[in-house]
């Protein structure tokens, strides 16, 4: 089945440590994003990449770095930087349409992150 | 700056009521693409709808319907006799096409429809 998967499906981070999430995807989408989602704060954009070796920063990138050296893989760090860091992560992947990233987000089941 | 907006934290109905759901939004686009999607308890967001902003036509899909009206920017979704897998948080988003920009979301309404 083509989709999106994401793992693992909790984290648990230490004071100073450096995590990862992953994402992956077989839908042959070129563009990846990240995104976070607080209670009551809706889904707020930390990366996107819409070709690899290539990415954007979003409205909330600060403590956060990711890499896109495949097309079907977007992991994402969360740095010691990121001061909290609890939060619900949500990948995605969209389809391009001559270099147009408006079309519909198809999204991974998610990586609920929590501070030890 | 684009930004979306959904008044309404949470709604609570009874089995079998309608509800609808706002969205307004703000953009100095004249292209533009909207879209909605249901985050059931699972948290997988499931796309429902994308409409561009020169298809102002209202859309019916089974008992969901969506009212898209330029002159108030708004974009709201109703579900006609609700059920109890209704229950989820809805996003309104807005993606501009001259900037291509990723999407961006309302903060959400919690709907929990009550047997």
């Known amino acids: 089945d083509g989709g999106i998967t994401q793992s693992p499906k909790y984290l648990f981070r230490k004071e100073g440590q450096n995590v990862t999430l992953s994402c992956e995807q077989n839908l042959n989408h070129d563009a990846m994003y990240w995104y976070r989602q607080d209670p009551g704060q809706g889904l707020r954009l930390i990366y996107y990449s819409q070709i690899v070796n290539d990415f954007q920063k979003g409205d909330i990138a600060e403590g956060y770095s990711v890499s896109r050296e495949k097309k079907e893989s977007f992991p994402l760090t969360v740095t010691s930087a990121q001061k909290n860091p609890t939060a619900f992560y949500l990948c995605?992947?969209?389809?391009?349409?001559?270099?147009?990233?408006?079309?519909?987000?198809?999204f991974g089941s998610g990586t609920q992150l929590s501070v030890l | 700056a684009q930004k979306v907006t959904q008044a309404q934290t949470e709604i609570s109905v009874v089995e079998k009521e309608d509800v609808t759901l706002d969205c307004v939004y703000e953009?100095?686009?004249?292209?533009?693409?909207l879209f909605w999607y249901k985050q059931p308890p699972s948290g997988e967001l499931v796309f429902l709808i994308r409409?561009?902003?020169?298809?102002?036509q209202n859309e019916i899909s089974g008992r969901y319907s969506w009212n898209f009206q330029k002159s108030t920017s708004s974009f709201n979704f109703t579900i006609t006799a609700s059920q109890v897998v209704d229950s989820a948080v809805y996003f309104c988003a807005l993606s501009e096409a001259r900037r291509n920009t990723p999407l961006v979301f309302g903060k959400g309404t919690r709907l929990s429809v009550i047997a």
């Open positions: 953009t100095r686009d004249t292209t533009y693409y």
């Open positions: 409409r561009n902003s020169f298809d102002e």
């Open positions: 995605a992947s969209s389809m391009e349409q001559g270099g147009l990233i408006n079309e519909k987000l198809f």
